[in-house]
């Protein structure tokens, strides 16, 4: 198994065209709406669950069994991987149910799509997306920190992300998610100059999360090819915030405007799907084919409306390790990878 990096645009070529899709094509056919059959089927494996674990990180598939829907859910992930890349499953009843349980059910879904991923350095497992008060030009700040304004398209480093709407806010925050395996390959038919640049280095910020001692950034490609699948990696602020390390290569104009190039297709509505998240909406991406991002948004705390969405990181079953390059595999010797810790740190996060 082997990566390998075009060495001309001679050598460019579209990769899965199976799993290309524009916004006229997908429409809504990425939701799956829970009927009340499945609903209950969830409830149950919550009681299940309950009974077995007192930490929801402790919680596995045969903990949160689900005899009809699991089935379902392992399509999914292959779907995920080897089609459209996008789900949002819709209709599990937050209300009425407590934050822990919850949160449970959702830990639950997710150990039937993958394996949990530390989501930092201090091996998160379980993330809190809402407004923590992080400064969008904190060059530490981490995306799930900042509230309030619009992400740019952008990756997670992980197989599949998954994110639990516990609340919308107040208004705005539609989450936005792009094919860019449509991209890719419409750069290769058509300006494959762009897409030669997006094959090459970009240096990226470790935003204070680099090994002791280590290198405060790292280089990655935006495209990688691994025999035939694709592999993108991108988030445009890391990339831009490297500038602050002096040791940081410096990108030519032209890498620059094949960002920009890539940017504007992401934007561009052909490209795209928006969708508002609600209570109890559970959405999964494929981190390698999709980018996302999210429209603005505004709290109002004073009625009780706070944005808040839980994060999950997860290694698929579908890909093994020798099925993607090297710096897309799960590090488990890293000193982050650590439940116990992670543990703690998430009951610390709940107070």
């Given at each position: 198994?082997?990566t390998?990096?075009p060495?001309?645009?001679?050598?460019?070529?579209?990769?899965?065209?199976?799993?290309e899709?524009?916004a006229?094509d997908?429409v809504d056919s990425?939701?799956w709406?829970?009927?009340r059959?499945?609903i209950?089927?969830l409830?149950?494996?919550l009681s299940v669950?309950q009974?077995?674990?007192?930490?929801v990180?402790d919680v596995?598939?045969?903990?949160?069994?689900?005899p009809?829907?699991g089935?379902?859910l392992?399509?999914?992930?292959d779907?995920?991987?080897?089609?459209?890349?996008?789900?949002?499953i819709?209709?599990?009843?937050?209300?009425?149910?407590?934050?822990e349980?919850?949160?449970?059910?959702?830990?639950?879904v997710?150990?039937h799509?993958?394996?949990p991923?530390?989501q930092n350095?201090?091996?998160?497992l379980?993330?809190?997306?809402?407004d923590?008060?992080?400064?969008?030009?904190?060059?530490?700040?981490?995306g799930?920190e900042?509230?309030g304004?619009a992400?740019?398209f952008?990756?997670?480093?992980?197989?599949?992300?998954g994110l639990?709407?516990l609340?919308?806010?107040?208004?705005?925050?539609?989450s936005?998610?792009?094919n860019?395996?449509a991209?890719?390959?419409?750069l290769?038919r058509?300006?494959?100059?762009v897409?030669?640049?997006?094959?090459?280095d970009l240096p990226?910020?470790?935003?204070?999360?680099?090994?002791a001692?280590?290198?405060?950034?790292?280089?990655?490609?935006?495209?990688?090819?691994?025999?035939?699948r694709?592999?993108?990696?991108?988030i445009r602020?890391?990339i831009?915030s490297v500038?602050?390390?002096?040791?940081a290569?410096?990108?030519?104009?032209?890498?620059?405007?094949a960002m920009?190039r890539?940017?504007?297709?992401?934007?561009?509505?052909t490209?795209h799907v928006k969708?508002?998240l609600?209570?109890?909406?559970?959405?999964?991406?494929?981190?390698y084919h999709v980018?996302h991002?999210?429209?603005?948004?505004?709290?109002?705390?004073?009625?009780?409306?706070?944005?808040h969405?839980?994060?999950?990181?997860?290694?698929?079953?579908?890909?093994a390790?020798d099925?993607?390059p090297e710096s897309?595999?799960l590090d488990?010797?890293?000193?982050h990878?650590?439940k116990?810790k992670a543990?703690?740190d998430f009951?610390?996060q709940?107070?």
């Amino acid at each position: 198994m082997t990566t390998t990096q075009p060495a001309a645009i001679d050598d460019l070529r579209p990769l899965e065209t199976h799993c290309e899709w524009r916004a006229a094509d997908i429409v809504d056919s990425y939701v799956w709406h829970l009927d009340r059959d499945e609903i209950a089927e969830l409830a149950e494996a919550l009681s299940v669950a309950q009974l077995r674990c007192d930490d929801v990180l402790d919680v596995t598939v045969d903990d949160f069994p689900l005899p009809t829907l699991g089935a379902r859910l392992v399509d999914t992930a292959d779907q995920l991987i080897n089609g459209a890349g996008v789900r949002l499953i819709r209709g599990w009843p937050t209300e009425g149910h407590t934050r822990e349980q919850n949160e449970i059910v959702y830990w639950g879904v997710g150990m039937h799509l993958g394996r949990p991923w530390p989501q930092n350095a201090r091996g998160h497992l379980l993330g809190d997306v809402t407004d923590q008060k992080k400064a969008a030009n904190d060059p530490t700040s981490r995306g799930n920190e900042v509230g309030g304004i619009a992400f740019p398209f952008h990756s997670d480093g992980s197989d599949l992300v998954g994110l639990f709407c516990l609340d919308p806010g107040a208004e705005g925050g539609k989450s936005i998610v792009a094919n860019a395996l449509a991209i890719h390959n419409e750069l290769v038919r058509n300006e494959p100059e762009v897409a030669a640049e997006l094959y090459g280095d970009l240096p990226y910020d470790y935003r204070g999360e680099e090994r002791a001692g280590g290198r405060p950034w790292y280089t990655m490609p935006a495209f990688q090819r691994h025999d035939e699948r694709l592999f993108v990696r991108y988030i445009r602020p890391y990339i831009n915030s490297v500038k602050r390390h002096e040791s940081a290569p410096r990108l030519a104009p032209s890498t620059i405007a094949a960002m920009d190039r890539l940017d504007a297709m992401c934007a561009d509505p052909t490209f795209h799907v928006k969708m508002q998240l609600e209570p109890g909406d559970m959405q999964f991406i494929n981190n390698y084919h999709v980018l996302h991002g999210r429209d603005s948004y505004a709290d109002d705390a004073d009625h009780g409306r706070v944005r808040h969405l839980k994060r999950l990181w997860l290694e698929t079953r579908v890909l093994a390790d020798d099925q993607k390059p090297e710096s897309f595999r799960l590090d488990r010797t890293a000193s982050h990878w650590n439940k116990r810790k992670a543990k703690d740190d998430f009951a610390a996060q709940r107070g």
